[in-house]
């Protein structure tokens, strides 16, 4: 549990949102483009542990995480620490014409923590999307091929490649295009909702795959076949057993590299330092972000080192990429997540969030689905027993009770019909279980 200065107790003495929010969001109407939309209207001026403070003094418990980005919780110690110290020192030289160690020391700990017992390289960017978009042209650089296989549900950014790579069209893609070309799209091996059901999914998928990629796209021609092991965006799909596994290996014997994905699953997140080993897979590259630097912007790229050392003196970079604060905040994540076993952590949120999330589902047909691993657990909502039709209503109903009582959650979904859960791995017990009495209440009120 955390040290965090914030009390980490939840406390409503406004309406949420209050009225000092209120105000700043008038102003947020009047300033930010619309385009930037905001969820839940509560202006944070402090946070910590498993509490977001807002500027009313109201303190809300956070299942959210920034959408799983402070994973060490928000303003942990060792971030602050790191960031106040190399803030003070310096705060940019440009790692391509001054480099500094805090960059060095980032990538020799991606190589050391992600899976893959061989000689990797790395390379920093700022964001997810960006991370994405560098894997793709590694992959394209090295293989001298040109498509990328993506699949139904993925989400890998906004930027125009990140956004042709993301399956769903509203709101990341609509009216957006065109958009990259040689991008390939196939089927999930979506258990919950698999036309023959779940124990046939994954086969069935692999072969449908095999089959879309050698007709429609050939071998020869596809450079990277690019996967989140447990889909973010798209609705906490959890592939179906086995499924990943056949991919990767099917890759590797096509000469296809595998892109791991693992913006939103990586760094302790699911119960492992990274969600593809729990599949028994080593990806050739893998892609990074969100939980890595502690709430800064930071993301990377690691890779075989063949793979990585194909690509040219000045191919990579950018003015940003590797900020050394930003890398300063990542050491003191990395440190914070070895010292406190933080994998660990997730499994135990995993184990008290679980069993209350099926006793929902036994008392409410609405809730087709409970899935997901360590702390990036899931529901599904549909309209009944028998009927999978999508509910997003019910989803946003839950939601918004949820909100109203002093619980930050989110929702997502390609129908927008996932109600997911994404707590910092620094939140106690305690405000756990009050988050999901809150979760009970909520369905109670909103079926
Ligand atoms: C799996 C995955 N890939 C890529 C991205 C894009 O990251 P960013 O928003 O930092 O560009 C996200 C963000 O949600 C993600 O979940």
């Given at each position: 549990?955390?040290?965090?200065?914030?009390?980490?107790?939840?406390?409503?003495?406004?309406?949420?949102?209050?009225?000092?929010?209120?105000?700043?969001?008038?102003?947020?109407?009047?300033?930010?483009?619309?385009?930037?939309?905001?969820?839940?209207?509560?202006?944070?001026?402090?946070?910590?542990?498993?509490?977001?403070?807002?500027?009313?003094?109201?303190?809300?418990?956070?299942f959210g995480s920034g959408i799983a980005v402070t994973t060490v919780g928000n303003a942990a110690p060792r971030?602050?620490?790191?960031?106040?110290?190399?803030?003070?020192?310096?705060?940019?030289?440009?790692?391509?014409?001054?480099?500094?160690?805090?960059?060095?020391?980032?990538?020799?700990?991606?190589?050391?923590?992600?899976?893959?017992?061989?000689?990797?390289?790395?390379?920093?960017?700022?964001?997810?999307?960006?991370?994405?978009?560098n894997a793709v042209k590694i992959a394209r650089h090295y293989t001298g091929r040109q498509a990328v296989v993506?699949?139904?549900?993925?989400?890998?950014?906004?930027?125009?490649?990140?956004?042709?790579?993301?399956?769903?069209?509203?709101?990341?893609?609509?009216?957006?295009?065109?958009?990259?070309?040689?991008?390939?799209?196939?089927?999930?091996?979506?258990?919950?909702?698999?036309?023959?059901?779940?124990?046939?999914?994954?086969?069935?998928?692999?072969?449908n795959f095999v089959e879309l990629v050698h007709a429609q796209v050939g071998e020869e021609n596809t450079a990277?076949?690019?996967?989140?092991?447990?889909?973010?965006?798209?609705?906490?799909?959890?592939?179906?057993?086995?499924?990943?596994?056949?991919?990767?290996?099917?890759?590797?014997?096509?000469?296809?590299?595998?892109?791991?994905?693992?913006?939103?699953?990586?760094?302790?997140?699911?119960?492992?330092?990274?969600?593809?080993?729990?599949?028994?897979?080593?990806?050739?590259?893998?892609?990074?972000?969100?939980?890595?630097?502690?709430?800064?912007?930071?993301?990377?790229?690691?890779?075989?080192?063949?793979?990585?050392?194909?690509?040219?003196?000045?191919?990579?970079?950018?003015?940003?990429?590797?900020?050394?604060?930003?890398?300063?905040?990542?050491?003191?994540?990395?440190?914070?997540?070895?010292?406190?076993?933080?994998?660990?952590?997730?499994?135990?949120?995993?184990?008290?969030?679980?069993?209350?999330?099926?006793?929902?589902?036994?008392?409410?047909?609405?809730?087709?689905?409970?899935?997901?691993?360590?702390?990036?657990?899931?529901?599904?909502?549909?309209?009944?027993?028998?009927?999978?039709?999508?509910?997003?209503?019910?989803?946003?109903?839950?939601?918004?009770?949820?909100?109203?009582?002093?619980?930050?959650?989110?929702?997502?979904?390609?129908?927008?019909?996932?109600?997911?859960?994404?707590?910092?791995?620094?939140?106690?017990?305690?405000?756990?279980?009050?988050?999901?009495?809150?979760?009970?209440?909520?369905?109670?009120?909103?079926?």
């Amino acid at each position: 549990m955390t040290d965090s200065a914030v009390p980490q107790k939840r406390f409503l003495h406004t309406a949420i949102p209050g009225p000092r929010s209120a105000e700043l969001h008038k102003r947020k109407l009047a300033a930010v483009s619309p385009g930037v939309s905001v969820s839940l209207p509560v202006y944070i001026e402090r946070a910590g542990g498993g509490i977001l403070v807002d500027v009313d003094g109201n303190q809300l418990i956070d299942f959210g995480s920034g959408i799983a980005v402070t994973t060490v919780g928000n303003a942990a110690p060792r971030v602050v620490a790191r960031v106040q110290q190399q803030v003070a020192e310096f705060t940019h030289t440009c790692f391509m014409i001054n480099p500094y160690l805090g960059y060095l020391e980032v990538c020799e700990a991606l190589n050391e923590l992600t899976p893959g017992d061989f000689e990797k390289r790395s390379a920093l960017f700022n964001s997810g999307a960006e991370a994405v978009e560098n894997a793709v042209k590694i992959a394209r650089h090295y293989t001298g091929r040109q498509a990328v296989v993506a699949f139904d549900h993925a989400y890998h950014g906004r930027t125009n490649l990140a956004m042709a790579l993301t399956a769903k069209n509203m709101p990341y893609k609509h009216r957006f295009g065109p958009f990259a070309s040689e991008i390939y799209r196939v089927p999930m091996a979506y258990p919950f909702r698999w036309p023959t059901g779940p124990d046939n999914c994954a086969e069935e998928c692999f072969a449908n795959f095999v089959e879309l990629v050698h007709a429609q796209v050939g071998e020869e021609n596809t450079a990277a076949v690019l996967l989140e092991p447990i889909q973010g965006e798209g609705g906490f799909i959890v592939p179906a057993p086995g499924f990943v596994k056949r991919v990767a290996d099917w890759c590797a014997e096509q000469g296809i590299l595998f892109i791991a994905d693992e913006i939103q699953t990586g760094f302790c997140r699911t119960g492992n330092w990274f969600a593809c080993e729990f599949e028994d897979v080593t990806p050739d590259l893998i892609t990074t972000a969100k939980g890595i630097a502690g709430g800064l912007p930071l993301s990377g790229v690691t890779g075989r080192a063949e793979v990585m050392d194909a690509i040219h003196a000045s191919g990579l970079g950018g003015t940003y990429g590797g900020n050394p604060v930003a890398c300063a905040a990542a050491l003191g994540a990395i440190e914070t997540m070895r010292a406190e076993n933080l994998a660990n952590r997730a499994r135990q949120l995993e184990a008290l969030f679980l069993p209350r999330l099926r006793r929902l589902a036994e008392q409410y047909p609405q809730i087709g689905d409970v899935r997901g691993r360590g702390a990036m657990l899931a529901i599904e909502l549909v309209a009944g027993a028998d009927d999978k039709t999508p509910n997003a209503a019910l989803a946003g109903r839950v939601n918004a009770a949820c909100h109203a009582q002093g619980l930050v959650t989110l929702t997502a979904g390609t129908y927008g019909n996932v109600f997911r859960f994404l707590p910092p791995l620094s939140i106690g017990d305690e405000l756990v279980l009050e988050g999901l009495d809150i979760l009970d209440q909520a369905f109670a009120s909103a079926v």
